[in-house]
């Protein structure tokens, strides 16, 4: 497992962006999956984006996809979410999850909190 640890979230106005970070401990990080989840009051946690372990391939929930851009910096051990174009509905806490190869995600982060104002 990794250790991981979210930031960038805040308030935002309804059209507005934000750029969440996840970054991870150890020398591993190349050999994880990512992933963003998202868990708003009262509702499941839902997946948002995820990406393979090289950054070449990339994985969107529907209502995420052409507004949210999941990318990685493997010699920095972090993970990105731009998120632009926010809507009231994105208001949830985001969090970071890393799944070793062909397995599922076990290890998370505490969430970072995105509120978005209509």
């Known amino acids: 497992q990794v250790q991981l640890v979210e930031s960038g979230g805040g308030l935002v106005q309804a059209g507005g962006s934000l750029r969440l970070s996840c970054a991870a401990s150890g020398r591993t990080f190349g050999s994880y999956a990512m992933g963003w989840f998202r868990q708003a009051p009262g509702k499941e946690r839902e997946f948002v984006a995820a990406i393979s372990r090289s950054g070449g391939s990339t994985y969107y929930d529907d209502s995420v996809k052409g507004r949210f851009t999941i990318s990685r910096d493997n010699a920095k051990n972090t993970v990105y979410l731009q998120m632009n174009s926010l809507k009231p509905e994105d208001t949830a806490v985001y969090y970071c999850?890393?799944?070793?190869?062909?397995?599922?995600?076990?290890?998370w982060g505490q969430g970072t909190q995105v509120t978005v104002s209509s």
């Open positions: 999850a890393a799944r070793p190869s062909d397995r599922p995600y076990d290890s």
